[in-house]
């Protein structure tokens, strides 16, 4: 699904933010600067205009406006080691499933990581590494892993936790003290650039985390661990600077000279007409790649120039590789030379039609504006993160703002703690444990995982989404006599020339007729993510193939339909039907009905469309969607269908089977993750698979579910015709297969987030399951 077409939520980014101050602490200069109205709100004057209107928040760094100062004492009726103590509960037996509740846990950032601080009283104090792992690691990806397990500090007395949770000097008395305002939320970013994977894969899993505490409802703080992966937004081409980004702001009274936390700035120095770079002929470089952008100039030198040009905007780009028309930016080479100094020549490696472009030039400059109108030259070198990450904007909406939520950065807080290792952010609340919930993984009950009662997660997603994007959920019911049914057909890049031209001539149709307002869209054409969410509030029935084009449709209200067209999959020379994403739109959203089109290996065609969007429209009309739809299995398709009774039959080898999908152990099963793959013995799942390429199937069963609903093989036989002895072979698991019968998942035990097959132990398969 990466790759298919990319929406960008362009609202703005928020770094550390939405902080409450230490009250032993005076105001800096930059941020008495900054917030000239900040006294007046700590001491509960607000400002008004002259209509006597409140005056609202700045839009250029809204959390940071609704700073509050911490109370001067603490309620006399709390233990003192009870208001800064770490305690955790979580809920799941071994990390792939834990997610985990924390009540005050802390960024060190002596540390640059996130710590728990315990009295030696406590029975966190007396366990070994191990016993944390098995007890407290948790997943923030639902798939490869991304475990995070906080360090343990252990105190003997209460004065010393009390001076470390609130950044004390001991025996000076001054430190540097933040509090997280809103629910601490963590995740991994995966495959951000792609809008279905960004919300399915990425924040629809860590909410649900929220959801097991239900602290769904509250406001985030949302930490975001982009080390894995950094999606960054694509910076147009432009003769000048960038018109604003994030800065640090000048603080003579600091060590580095500049504040603590980067702020949101208007750039008011433009960038220089003429920027200098070596080239270096048939070098590349192995550095963590920050950028991909396609270069428009014809002339060798014009490529040059513009990747250049794009690697200046780009702060952490310290270089760049030109290749074949693109300009891939790269950010510090991260290898040591002989005298333990950063060495960019050590990342270097030979690649033919590629043009290494390194910066040259000494530090300059850039006059910047704050928000307070106030103008500073600072070093260029102070512009942070001035392209922001591709999905940092819907994360700071999501988080609720206006109640005090906000976004940071892994990168951005491992950044300010390189930078300053005086200061200490304590959260409140804290929640990690994404859990193997979401679109990518595959759950047996081919649902996406909390979609049913009594967690709803979907339609509480839905929801919150709306809401924190301006858009009120439309209530469920009857249209009838009160509008015509508004129908959108999206446009897929599965689609055939000639289907678009069918589907374009069906909404042309079925709007003449006047049953319903039909209309064919590109998303990409419609504005931003926040105008999307609108036009899908708004919808009845929602028509296209699987993939990306789909994943809007869980955001439509009850009692809606999704007509799913399906494609074909070419895979071992054969051509089976596929509707892939069925476990989200079908199984995952029980608040919706979903249709789907027979035969949807065959070319769509104009009988076939009309008839499935005229039955939406019949079901939207009478209120009827929902009816006879008494489970997710009710939502699935014939495919679906079978796979969750297979599942149900043979529960040992769907959980193997479905555990191999979280990581690229075995690559064909990790790979082949949809339905159809195991129903229609595609790939990993076929009888030819051999070696690391096969994986664990059932054959008998999945062949005889097959005929019992009356589904062809495609290609392949419903019939066992295996030799008798080659059936024995496989039941028994000989040669390498011998070791997968006596594997477990116990991901438990890691906390790298890597399964290595020793991983896997300790699971001994029934005697009464036959496995093919």
């Not at 509050?68 to 990390?95: F, I, K, N």
């Not at 699935?636 to 969750?644: A, N, P, Q, R, T």
Request: charged letters at 25%.
């Amino acid at each position: 699904m990466r790759g298919h077409f990319l929406v960008y939520f362009l609202v703005g980014t928020v770094p550390l933010s939405t902080l409450y101050l230490d009250p032993s602490r005076r105001l800096s200069v930059w941020e008495s600067a900054v917030y000239p109205a900040l006294e007046d709100r700590l001491r509960g004057r607000a400002k008004t205009r002259a209509n006597g209107a409140q005056e609202p928040a700045t839009d250029l760094i809204p959390p940071l406006t609704q700073l509050l100062r911490t109370p001067a004492s603490s309620p006399a009726s709390q233990a003192e080691s009870e208001l800064y103590e770490t305690s955790v509960s979580c809920v799941g037996t071994s990390a792939p499933q834990r997610s985990c509740h924390y009540k005050n846990l802390y960024w060190d950032s002596s540390r640059a990581s996130f710590l728990m601080l315990v009295m030696n009283t406590s029975p966190i104090s007396r366990m070994t590494p191990g016993e944390l792992r098995r007890k407290f690691a948790a997943w923030s990806l639902n798939r490869y892993g991304g475990t995070l397990l906080p360090q343990v500090q252990v105190f003997n007395t209460t004065e010393d936790l009390r001076a470390k949770a609130r950044g004390l000097t001991l025996g000076t008395g001054k430190g540097n003290y933040y509090e997280a305002h809103g629910v601490g939320l963590y995740l991994t970013f995966l495959y951000t650039g792609n809008i279905g994977h960004a919300l399915f894969d990425n924040l629809y899993p860590a909410f649900v985390a929220s959801l097991k505490f239900g602290r769904q409802d509250q406001p985030f703080h949302i930490v975001a661990n982009d080390e894995r992966e950094q999606c960054m937004v694509g910076v147009e081409k432009s003769e000048g600077a960038p018109s604003s980004g994030m800065a640090y702001w000048p603080d003579p009274t600091r060590r580095s000279n500049h504040s603590v936390w980067p702020i949101k700035v208007r750039i008011l120095q433009r960038w220089p007409e003429k920027v200098n770079c070596s080239f270096r002929e048939g070098v590349a470089t192995s550095a963590v790649e920050l950028a991909k952008f396609p270069l428009f100039e014809e002339t060798l030198e014009g490529l040059d120039a513009q990747c250049c040009r794009l690697c200046h905007f780009n702060q952490r780009c310290k270089s760049a590789v030109v290749h074949l028309g693109t300009c891939s930016l790269k950010a510090a080479c991260q290898k040591r030379c002989d005298k333990g100094g950063p060495c960019e020549s050590e990342c270097h490696t030979q690649q033919e039609r590629s043009r290494l472009c390194a910066k040259e030039g000494a530090d300059t400059y850039q006059e910047v504006e704050n928000s307070a109108g106030e103008r500073a030259w600072i070093p260029t070198k102070w512009l942070v993160d001035d392209t922001a990450h591709c999905f940092e904007a819907s994360l700071r909406r999501f988080s609720m703002p206006e109640k005090g939520g906000s976004t940071s950065m892994l990168t951005s807080l491992k950044r300010e703690s390189a930078a300053d290792k005086d200061w200490i952010m304590r959260f409140p609340e804290f929640i990690v444990g994404s859990g193997t919930v979401g679109n990518l993984p595959l759950d047996p009950s081919v649902t996406v995982g909390y979609s049913g009662a009594p967690y709803h997660g979907t339609s509480r997603f839905r929801d919150r989404m709306l809401r924190t994007h301006d858009v009120e959920p439309r209530p469920a019911g009857s249209i009838a006599g009160k509008r015509k049914p508004k129908v959108i057909i999206v446009d897929n890049k599965r689609f055939l020339e000639t289907e678009q031209q069918t589907l374009r001539s069906v909404a042309k149709a079925l709007t003449l007729e006047g049953r319903a307002d039909v209309d064919y869209i590109r998303w990409p054409e419609l504005g931003n993510f926040s105008q999307h969410m609108g036009v899908v509030n708004e919808v009845d029935v929602y028509v296209s193939g699987p993939g990306t084009a789909l994943q809007y449709a869980p955001f439509m209200r009850d009692g809606s339909v999704f007509v799913a067209l399906g494609t074909k999959l070419d895979r071992d020379g054969r051509t089976v039907p596929a509707f892939m994403e069925q476990q989200l739109v079908g199984g995952g959203t029980p608040y919706l009905r979903t249709l789907y089109r027979e035969q949807p290996h065959l070319e769509i065609s104009s009988s076939d469309s009309t008839a499935l969007i005229n039955q939406a429209v019949d079901l939207v009309l009478s209120g009827s969607a929902l009816a006879g739809v008494e489970s997710a299995r009710d939502n699935l398709s014939v495919e679906g269908k079978i796979l969750e009774e297979y599942c149900r039959l043979d529960e040992w080898t769907c959980k193997l089977t479905v555990s191999l999908m979280w990581f690229p152990i075995q690559q064909a099963c990790f790979v082949d993750n949809w339905p159809e793959c195991i129903v229609y013995e595609v790939g990993g799942y076929s009888e030819s698979a051999v070696g690391t390429q096969r994986c664990p199937m059932n054959r008998s069963l999945i062949r005889s579910l097959r005929r019992k609903y009356g589904v062809s093989g495609y290609g392949i036989p419903n019939e066992d015709t295996l030799p008798a002895s080659e059936q024995e072979q496989r039941e028994s698991w000989t040669g390498r297969w011998n070791d997968w019968a006596s594997w477990e998942v116990s991901f438990g035990t890691l906390d790298t987030g890597r399964a290595p097959r020793a991983a896997l132990v300790n699971w001994t398969r029934p005697q009464s399951t036959q496995m093919k």
